[in-house]
């Protein structure tokens, strides 16, 4: 089966770095995403890594390695409108079937 | 920016009712998918479509129905509503092409009493 996992919960302070873990098992592996999603809205993407190694995108970073089965989103100098569930999501397939972590919710206190 | 688009975005019905989640995207995407999320919990994936007239089973088992007779319509149907039927239901598609980044509508949040 497929499964992700990502912390519950992770509260930082503004201005600060924080990194979101993703650890999965998957039958395949095309590619790990991350999405945002603020509470009573919808996800939106964040970033993509089909390749091991980090893509910097502003003041967010996401960081993969497909022999540890690992990846991690890094967010530097937190504003309070970071505060969101960030979910990870792992393409596998030919035909692109998304399955998605169970979400960290990140505080972001002053 | 994506354009994808849910009707109703919030719906109170009765038990027994049937409804129909409608879902539209403009983008020419081929894969369409249906997800359920409490508050505060992840997303399961419910139906998925690689395209005209291909729909599947997500992973989470579900009583509705879906339908692609369109490239950019992918509605969703409850036969017969019940209070555990009770989520947000988001909307998403996603380019073949692309790296599968996934573009979600604003969802439907359903009450069925």
């Known amino acids: 089966g497929q499964s992700l996992e990502q912390p519950s919960e992770v509260t930082a302070v503004e201005g600060a770095i924080v990194q979101i873990n993703c650890t999965y098992q998957?039958?395949?592996?095309?590619?790990l995403s991350w999405y945002q999603q603020h509470d009573g809205g919808a996800p939106t993407f964040l970033s993509y890594?089909?390749?091991?190694g980090l893509e910097e995108t502003g003041r967010f970073s996401s960081f993969l390695s497909r022999s540890d089965s690992y990846g991690y989103l890094l967010l530097q100098e937190l504003q309070m409108k970071d505060s969101a569930s960030y979910f990870c999501?792992?393409?596998?397939?030919?035909?692109?079937?998304?399955?998605f972590g169970t979400g960290t919710k990140l505080q972001v206190i002053p | 920016e994506a354009d994808i688009y849910q009707t109703p975005r919030y719906l109170v019905i009765g038990t027994g009712k049937k409804i129909t989640l409608e879902c539209s995207q403009t983008?020419?995407?081929?894969?369409m998918y249906w997800y359920q999320q409490d508050p505060g919990m992840e997303l399961h994936l419910i139906h998925y479509?690689?395209?005209?007239?291909?729909?599947e089973k997500g992973d989470l088992s579900s009583e509705s129905t879906v339908s692609r007779i369109r490239t950019e319509h992918f509605p969703l149907t409850l036969e017969s509503a019940r209070p555990s039927h009770t989520s947000q239901y988001l909307c998403?598609?996603?380019?073949?092409?692309?790296?599968?980044?996934?573009?979600f509508g604003p969802g439907t949040r359903l009450l069925v009493l």
């Open positions: 998403a598609s996603t380019d073949t092409r692309g790296r599968g980044t996934q573009y």
């Open positions: 998957t039958s395949g592996f095309y590619g």
């Open positions: 890594n089909a390749l091991d």
């Open positions: 999501a792992v393409d596998s397939g030919g035909y692109q079937k998304v399955t």
């Open positions: 983008m020419g995407h081929d894969k």
């Open positions: 479509s690689y395209g005209v007239n291909s729909t």
